[in-house]
């Protein structure tokens, strides 16, 4: 198995999904506003969470990377999940999150999506990463701008109309290189 590393800001824990977030996540995959704009758009039951969440952690052993749990630091409380994505027809490496209702406008999405960005950039050394972010989901393309995401195209993904959000790795003059 690949040891998933731990992640810290301010705030916030990134680390592995694990059974103690299982009632959690399911209750926030059962829920209509959290998977309104994710998968096929329905909620989902607990043994299709256990699926997605198997899945998840199963995408770190294939790719290397993946989605991490949100944990406040204050008191371990499951936040929501964040991090890169690479399934099969996927157009790039996706940063995505999803938060429970009662973590979301408080700033966590931003403060876990930086920290996964940081990790593709300094750890994976990925050039670019993207968002897709379904049409209507207002919230989300806000997140993406606030995380410095470019808005590159509106593409139809998966069926539904989606935006396309760029990012790419701060400019860091190395030494001996020009500036």
Do not use: C
Request: proline share 7%; hydrophobic share 40%; glycine share 10%.
């Amino acid at each position: 198995m690949t040891d998933i590393p731990i992640l810290e800001t301010p705030r916030l824990r990134l680390t592995a999904l694990a059974e103690r977030h299982f009632d959690d996540y399911a209750e926030m995959l059962a829920d209509p506003e959290s998977t309104r704009y994710v998968g096929s758009g329905v909620p989902l039951d607990r043994v299709n969470a256990w699926r997605s969440m198997a899945m998840l952690l199963g995408h770190w052993t294939l790719r290397g990377f993946g989605m991490w749990a949100v944990e406040r630091r204050e008191d371990d409380q499951f936040v929501g999940r964040v991090g890169l994505m690479f399934p099969e027809g996927w157009p790039n490496i996706e940063l995505g999150w999803m938060l429970r209702p009662e973590h979301r406008g408080q700033g966590y999405a931003t403060e876990a999506g930086r920290a996964a960005l940081d990790f593709a950039w300094r750890q994976l050394r990925i050039p670019r990463v993207i968002s897709l972010v379904r049409d209507g989901n207002e919230a989300s393309d806000r997140v993406a701008k606030r995380l410095g995401g470019e808005y590159i195209e509106a593409i139809d993904f998966l069926g539904s109309p989606t935006h396309v959000f760029a990012y790419y790795p701060p400019q860091r003059n190395e030494p001996g290189t020009p500036k």
